[in-house]
């Protein structure tokens, strides 16, 4: 159990064009999912909170208009980085909450950006 | 959250136990230790988490000290696979929390 997919694991973009990435929790509900990315040699940086039904709260710094996060359902929350750039090639993760105990990550995008 | 922190890395023999340390001196009274560990190009993995006892799971043993001011990590038999950095995270309990990692510590399981 306890189980969150990302989709897709990698993907290479020109610059300029948007990217979705989904991410999914497979065998339980999660009303909240979070955000990271992680730089090479670094480590994770959360981005913003996904709250279903409810607007993400951002991490001061992570542009809101640039990463445009959904919570729609309680399984599925999308992160899309619009007008992407080289800079923001990195590896992005999502996690999701299980009951009130811990949070379960999902296997991370490798996002490149040409 | 409290501030923790690691060693920035560890060496252990396949075998092994592997004790991986946390200092956590400033945490609060209701902040739970929690672990967990990335293994090259994957997501975290959760391993455990305690507030106050000690606690084992399939996985890993995590003994906290009775000031709450640092615990250990425990891998009774490490292998390679267990290669990973490690991190140990100070925070309030619930899924709801967000998750501040460190730097952890990378642990390499040696032959």
Redesign the interface.
């Known amino acids: 159990g306890a189980v ?1 997919s ?1 989709h897709p694991s990698r993907v290479i973009c020109k610059s300029g064009t948007s990217v979705k990435i989904e991410c999914r929790s497979l065998d339980f509900q ?3 999912m ?1 955000w ?1 990315r992680q730089f090479p040699k670094q ?4 981005m913003a ?1 996904s709250n279903e039904g409810s607007k993400a709260t951002y991490e001061q710094g992570v542009e809101k208009d640039k990463f445009l996060i959904n919570h729609a359902s309680l399984t599925l929350s999308t992160l899309t980085v619009t007008s992407a750039h080289p800079e923001d090639s990195s ?1 992005y ?1 999502c ?14 995008t ?1 996002l490149t950006v040409l | 959250d409290a501030k923790t922190t690691q060693p920035p890395s560890m060496d252990c023999a396949e075998g092994r136990a592997a004790n991986l340390p946390c200092n956590h001196s400033t945490i609060s009274g209701n902040e739970y230790v ?1 672990w ?1 560990r ?1 293994i090259h ?6 391993i455990i ?1 305690g507030l106050k006892n000690n606690e084992t799971n399939e996985m890993a043993s995590l003994i906290i000290t009775e000031d709450r001011k640092s615990s250990t990590l425990i891998l009774p038999h490490a292998t390679l696979r267990d290669t990973a950095v490690y ?1 140990c995270i100070a925070t309030f ?4 929390y ?7 510590t990378l642990l390499t399981v040696n032959p």
């Open positions: 969150v990302q999660a009303t909240t979070f990271y480590s994770l940086m959360l909170t590896f993760i996690s999701a909450g299980l009951s009130t105990d811990t949070q379960y990550f999902g296997p991370g490798r | 929690y967990y990335q190009s994957q997501g975290p993995q959760y988490h991190y309990r619930g899924s709801n967000k998750l501040t990692f460190g730097k952890g």
